[in-house]
């Protein structure tokens, strides 16, 4: 990771990659239009809105909402960069959403629980505005007042931001969001999870493989280790997958994509029918709840991303 980041003794840190922000804007190829608002001195968001067409009646119909947390091992990147903003904007043209993208203070200056903090403190800032218009008092956000459906509010992130975008869904299931909102769906890409039980992938890049080890120890100096449940979600002593917030029709919806050196850890089954497993196909998100769950070939039990999102398909019952 040092062609990454670098840490002193001192304490100072260097980046390499990742944090040079370029400003919100409209982009001239989608018409996506996004901008940057403070939600506390040390938590901001960059939202994304898709322009408004004949097909949504107007600026009348109202959009489902992703709330997208950064990849970066908890200490690389912004939410402002070039990378997230180019993808955030495509995101949003594409499955006609509305994205929030989230700020959070990074590792080793800020260790966690701060960004699992930060995040949560923006998703409860998103969920203030579910009774609609006036009810976000002075910090309200017509994007989300105005046209968010927070019947179909997902979270969402890949690497450390899958991580943390679990641990949202996990927290929502035990601690009620405000006005009553609920999580309907959660994207999971990559997940930065660990275990001191190596997986088949792991064995292609040792030396990736050791390196996430090590972050995990910076950005967390007070861990036990990697089975514990924060990078470890089916560590002993980490609570049960039954408490995900994901409830879209009743279901949990939770994917991972493509294959990665750690994919294996984002599709470990949760166990027992009538809860989600986990499978990944290029581009698609797949679960199934059947307790002899079998992995989908590409013409069935697929969701494409747009319709996770906007709670369009019809997810398999066996």
């Given at each position: 990771m040092a062609q990454f980041i670098r840490v002193y003794k001192s304490g100072r840190v260097e980046?390499?990659?990742?944090?040079?922000?370029?400003?919100a804007s409209t982009d001239a190829a989608t018409g996506?239009?996004?901008?940057?608002?403070?939600?506390?001195?040390?938590?901001?968001?960059?939202?994304?809105?898709?322009?408004?067409?004949?097909d949504?009646?107007?600026?009348?119909?109202?959009?489902?909402?992703?709330?997208?947390?950064?990849?970066?091992?908890?200490?690389?990147?912004?939410?402002?960069?070039?990378?997230?903003h180019a993808y955030l904007t495509?995101?949003?043209?594409?499955?006609?959403?509305?994205?929030?993208?989230?700020?959070?203070?990074?590792?080793?200056?800020?260790?966690?629980?701060?960004?699992?903090?930060?995040?949560?403190?923006?998703?409860?800032?998103?969920?203030?505005h579910a009774a609609g218009a006036g009810s976000g008092g002075e910090e309200e956000e017509p994007w989300l007042a105005d046209r968010g459906d927070f019947s179909r509010l997902s979270v969402g992130g890949e690497s450390a931001g899958a991580?943390?975008?679990?641990?949202?869904?996990?927290?929502?299931?035990?601690?009620?969001?405000?006005?009553?909102?609920?999580?309907?769906?959660?994207?999971?890409?990559?997940?930065?999870f660990l275990g001191a039980g190596r997986v088949a992938s792991?064995?292609?890049?040792?030396?990736?493989?050791?390196?996430?080890?090590?972050?995990?120890?910076?950005?967390?100096?007070?861990?036990?280790?990697?089975?514990e449940p924060r990078?470890?979600?089916?560590a002993a002593g980490a609570p049960g997958l039954r408490r995900l917030a994901c409830s879209c029709a009743s279901r949990r919806r939770t994917c991972s994509a493509t294959a990665a050196a750690r994919t294996p850890r984002g599709s470990v089954p949760t166990g027992g029918p009538g809860r989600w497993r986990c499978w990944r196909w290029p581009g698609r998100a797949t679960a199934s709840t059947s307790s002899t769950w079998r992995a989908p070939t590409p013409s069935r039990r697929t969701t494409p991303?747009?319709?996770?999102?906007?709670?369009?398909?019809?997810?398999?019952?066996?």
């Open positions: 980046r390499y990659f990742g944090s040079d922000p370029v400003p996506v239009a996004s901008k940057d608002r403070a939600i506390s001195p040390i938590v901001a968001v960059r939202l994304y809105l898709p322009p408004a067409t004949e949504d009646g107007g600026s009348r119909r109202k959009l489902p909402i992703l709330v997208y947390f950064h990849g970066g091992g908890f200490c690389l990147h912004t939410a402002f960069n070039f990378v997230f495509s995101l949003a043209a594409r499955t006609r959403a509305i994205v929030v993208s989230v700020e959070y203070r990074l590792a080793p200056e800020h260790p966690l629980p701060a960004a699992y903090d930060d995040s949560w403190r923006a998703l409860c800032w998103v969920a203030s991580n943390i975008a679990h641990h949202m869904a996990m927290r929502a299931g035990a601690e009620p969001l405000p006005r009553g909102a609920r999580i309907s769906s959660a994207v999971v890409v990559h997940p930065y792991e064995e292609t890049d040792p030396a990736m493989a050791r390196s996430v080890v090590a972050m995990w120890r910076v950005v967390c100096p007070g861990t036990t280790g990697v089975d990078i470890n979600p089916l991303l747009p319709d996770l999102l906007t709670c369009k398909s019809s997810w398999p019952r066996g």
